[in-house]
């Protein structure tokens, strides 16, 4: 199970790189927020993204060094590894403060929103974006309305692997590539 992580004082907003993958895999941070990507691994990584939210190249980095990005404006950014097709994760910038995470049983809670008018937006990782565009509405929140019902996603097939910084297919390194080596 995907365990997100949501913006918040006491939170520090880092994707460490671990075991060749991303920790958290989501993280959800305020739009204007430095990002650290702190490598931890025993080999190289190179942190992108072209996707939506911010576009960005960290370039190539050694282990225990850390790189960091100023996501500046709202959008869903996709990130990868340059070297290692294995790793992704996304970071959602928002403008907002109020919004929610399903828990394990698909119910989302966002507390404290003040009575006025809205445009909800519904996002999933494996949601097709017409999915997810169809999905979004204006809602009203009053003292009244508790809730906004039931909402179904039906999840689209976004198993394709995605290409590297460059648009191309990711090259199959020999094993002792100086990527998976520790640097003496």
């Keep these: 199970m995907v365990r997100p992580v949501a913006f918040s ?6 994707l460490v790189q671990r075991n060749k993958s ?3 895999h989501l993280l959800i941070v305020p739009v204007g927020s430095v990002v650290a990507f702190p490598n931890r691994d025993p080999f190289f990584h190179n942190v ?3 996707f939506e939210g911010k576009r960005f190249d960290l370039g190539l980095y050694e282990p225990a060094a850390r790189a960091m990005c ?16 294995e790793m992704s994760a996304v970071v959602v910038a928002l403008d907002t403060p109020y919004y929610g995470i399903s828990d ?4 989302v809670v ?16 494996s949601a097709l974006p017409e999915t997810l565009k169809a999905m979004t509405r204006e809602v009203t929140i009053s003292a009244s309305s508790s809730t906004l019902g039931v909402l179904r996603l039906a999840e689209g097939d976004l198993s394709k ?20 080596n520790q640097p003496q």
């Design 104 to 107: 394990q049983h698909g119910q």
């Design 161 to 180: 692997g995605h290409k590297n910084l460059y648009g191309l297919d990711y090259d199959t390194p020999a094993p002792d590539s100086p990527v998976y």
């Design 22 to 24: 991303f920790e958290p």
């Design 110 to 125: 966002i507390a404290g929103v003040p009575a006025g008018k809205y445009v909800l937006r519904v996002w999933h990782e």
């Design 48 to 50: 992108f993204s072209l």
């Design 9 to 14: 004082q006491t939170s520090p907003l880092r």
């Design 70 to 85: 100023t996501l500046t404006k709202a959008g869903i950014s996709y990130i990868f590894c340059n070297i290692h097709p």
